[in-house]
């Protein structure tokens, strides 16, 4: 008995110093990223209309009113390079002038305010802070703003967007699919065709390529199985991929969820499900509904994801590239 007793506190010990050594490793790997001189921020993680919504008295959103939840910045990366003194966004959503201020406080300060913007497409939440760039607001000048055809057209065809353009307070880069567009010699961007409701512009996703790592970025798309690539092998080829996860899974809204498609978060989990742990561990689940449980700060549908190695976008997280 003496002799199992010893062997169980040598057991414990030994997986206690495990863990301390897990976490310390953990620890180094933040730390390394963020002291990295080219890396991606995590600048919101919402849905298009924000945490908490609007008019919503529902538990999700009842939560942040009680003080038991943070509020949460629509999705949003930052793209920081210190060799050179620059950043840039991707969208440009309705909480800009927030994620503008948090890349120059915690990030990085320049003389402009933002180096370039990568659009994704005409939703609400990832192109609308462009009316801060306006004569009403800030009155930039030429700040490029890099968009597919069919978002460029619509930029400069319709109002106030068109006003930004005659007013030069941007200047669009078109933008053409597959195609790479280098920032300097160690950044390359590629926009990647999805398909998603497009009313009004075609809908992209981005490669995101730095000297080291790569990421992939699509915070929006309708399912993973109408898109002509493959996606387990898209994340395959990169070191992070923050993909759509919009809704947790099906019948969470009261509204005929197939008229709003996106791959439910359960659906993602499940298609990656025989993969290895280092695949899953490149997945970071991003642009969530406010009904989506996952938004929240902590909740047991999502311990129990990042248990099965998948892991969620947290505002602040960065990524080393």
């Not at 301390?20 to 790997?29: C, D, I, M, R, S």
Request: with cysteine; glycine share 6%; net charge neutral.
């Amino acid at each position: 008995m003496k002799r199992f007793q010893v062997f169980l506190l040598i057991s414990v010990c030994f997986l206690f110093a495990c863990n301390e050594q897990a976490n310390v490793a953990g620890n180094t790997k933040e730390i390394a990223d963020v002291n990295s001189e080219q890396y991606i921020t995590v600048l919101g993680i919402a849905q298009d209309a924000g945490y908490p919504q609007i008019n919503c008295e529902k538990k999700c959103c009842s939560a942040y009113y009680n003080g038991e939840e943070s509020k949460k910045l629509i999705s949003c990366l930052g793209l920081v390079d210190k060799n050179v003194n620059k950043k840039w966004l991707f969208d440009a959503t309705p909480d800009i002038v927030e994620q503008i201020q948090i890349l120059k406080e915690r990030h990085i300060q320049t003389d402009k305010v933002i180096d370039g913007i990568f659009l994704t497409h005409a939703h609400i939440g990832h192109y609308t802070g462009l009316m801060q760039l306006g004569r009403e607001a800030l009155g930039s000048e030429e700040i490029p703003v890099y968009a597919m055809p069919k978002m460029k057209q619509f930029l400069e065809s319709n109002g106030p967007w068109s006003q930004l353009v005659s007013l030069r307070n941007i200047n669009i880069k078109a933008l053409k699919n597959d195609s790479i567009i280098a920032l300097n010699d160690n950044l390359k961007i590629t926009p990647i065709l999805v398909p998603h409701r497009d009313e009004y512009s075609e809908t992209v996703g981005y490669k995101i390529e730095g000297k080291r790592k790569s990421a992939l970025f699509i915070p929006d798309i309708d399912k993973w199985h109408q898109w002509k690539r493959n996606i387990i092998e898209e994340v395959k080829k990169v070191d992070y991929a923050f993909l759509d996860a919009s809704f947790f899974r099906d019948g969470e809204l009261e509204r005929d969820m197939s008229k709003i498609p996106h791959p439910f978060t359960t659906e993602t989990t499940t298609l990656f499900e025989n993969e290895t742990s280092e695949t899953k561990n490149k997945i970071h689940f991003i642009h969530f509904n406010h009904t989506n449980p996952a938004i929240k700060d902590k909740h047991h549908l999502k311990d129990s994801l990042q248990n099965l190695g998948f892991r969620f976008a947290k505002e602040g997280d960065n990524f080393g590239l």
